[in-house]
């Protein structure tokens, strides 16, 4: 089924299901200050591509979404002469960084980050350029092949790994950089990720994705933050690396409710973006509604169950090892439903962030995503620091995103006119015709 929403959900699903198999195999097959170490590597990672490529990812999906062939190729040879400039100067902050604060980092936790990012930054970049330049164009059949192939190579390795070669988190790495290596040269040879494009870049294009990226970086790197504060601020906190292990078992079950909002969204923006760049308010009224309604719909049954199935669900991701309150000092399974609750609130928070990039109004996000940010991190540091809770962590999650829903519907109602009436009546002609397709076998979701 080529349908947009089951290639996008096809996609997401593919990196979630490998990401969450091959984070349980890490967290059985590591001793815990390898495997905060890995979390660690990994978070900084995220949060450093969020700088790297919301500089130019939200604008050249937006403007490509109405651009003329020739506009195409300027927007694309932009966004590669940019995010290599951006990937350079980063590599160069984070060496430099390291040779200064040699001996701290390495004693930290984060001496695989600062050790290994510099060239994975590099290795990462083709592979990750044409996976937005994919999105853009709509073309996410080649978007689930490019996540395929990273995703599930480097789960192969983990899997062989367990049950025969023991490698350690150093040699681990080696072998992510490889494979990242292969995935971005197929997509380099394929002509993907736009590298053969470059020398269409014009300082027009240059101008006209950094003037939107200097908002939806910003958007970006906090929304980032929002996901990877907890875990930053934890490390540096007297609870110290088996907080981190611990509390990065819940975020990786997040992951799993996050994978139809981060697909679906996909699709949206793209849609809502043409539809404000055509003035077709109405269709853009239509599309906020119906995503927002059903993607609400829907995570009702999806935080439900990991509410009501917390603790098999952390059996299943960790084995039974972090159950043991009195042994880690600690409840896991009550983080994972604070966290289940939080679910509830997530449709309506992207859709109205992607409803304000989508009207060109990054600025706005932005000025949303960092009220929630400011409450976020001030909250964090009262739970770990005055509180020496978790569960305080996790509950702050659920007032910072209250905030941003608050806000986004606020900002947003001024261009278009949100009622929870539409909302509902949006969703349910969704799912019913949804449900007349399921018994017809014909026809696709959200397209007219």
Avoid at 280 to 302: C, D, M, P, R
């Amino acid at each position: 089924m080529r349908e947009d929403n089951f290639l996008s959900l096809g996609g997401n699903l593919t990196i979630a299901v490998f990401g969450f198999a091959g984070f349980a195999l890490l967290a059985r097959s590591l001793d815990t200050d390898s495997f905060a170490q890995w979390v660690l590597f990994i978070s900084g990672g995220s949060f450093v591509e969020m700088l790297r490529f919301g500089i130019t990812n939200n604008g050249l999906v937006r403007f490509l979404s109405g651009a003329s062939e020739n506009e195409s190729k300027a927007l694309i040879g932009s966004n590669t002469v940019i995010s290599l400039i951006v990937t350079a100067i980063i590599a160069f902050i984070l060496v430099a960084v390291r040779f200064l604060f040699s001996d701290t980092i390495d004693n930290s936790g984060y001496v695989l980050f600062f050790a290994w990012y510099p060239i994975m930054a590099f290795v990462n970049l083709p592979w990750n350029n044409a996976l937005v330049v994919l999105q853009a164009k709509m073309n996410y059949s080649k978007m689930l092949l490019i996540k395929a192939l990273n995703s599930g190579v480097f789960f192969i390795i983990l899997v062989i790994n367990t049950i025969a070669l023991n490698l350690t988190i150093g040699e681990l790495v080696m072998l992510l950089l490889i494979v990242n290596g292969l995935t971005s040269l197929m997509c380099v040879v394929s002509g993907w990720d736009g590298l053969k494009l470059i020398s269409k870049a014009e300082k027009r294009t240059n101008k006209k994705l950094l003037n939107f990226g200097k908002y939806s970086v910003f958007t970006l790197i906090g929304s980032n933050l929002l996901k990877n504060a907890d875990i930053l601020i934890i490390s540096i906190s007297p609870l110290g690396n088996a907080a981190v292990a611990l509390y990065s078992i819940p975020l990786k079950l997040l992951e799993i409710i996050l994978i139809p909002l981060r697909s679906f969204s996909a699709t949206a923006f793209p849609k809502m973006s043409k539809a404000s760049l055509m003035n077709n308010s109405k269709e853009l009224h239509l599309l906020f509604n119906t995503y927002s309604g059903a993607l609400s719909y829907l995570f009702v049954a999806i935080s439900l169950a990991f509410f009501v199935f917390a603790e098999p669900f952390v059996i299943l991701i960790s084995g039974e090892q972090y159950l043991d309150v009195n042994a880690i000092g600690y409840d896991i399974v009550n983080i994972v439903k604070i966290l289940a609750v939080y679910g509830l609130l997530l449709p309506l928070d992207r859709m109205t962030g992607i409803g304000l990039d989508s009207i060109n109004k990054p600025n706005v996000n932005a000025l949303k995503v960092a009220v929630m940010l400011t409450t976020n991190i001030v909250g964090d540091l009262i739970a770990v620091f005055v509180f020496k809770s978790l569960e305080m962590v996790a509950l702050f999650t659920l007032v910072f995103t209250a905030i941003g829903i608050v806000l986004g519907i606020f900002f947003l109602n001024k261009e278009i006119k949100i009622s929870g009436k539409d909302l509902i009546k949006h969703a349910n002609m969704f799912y019913l015709e949804l449900w007349q397709k399921v018994r017809s076998k014909k026809g696709s979701l959200f397209t007219k």
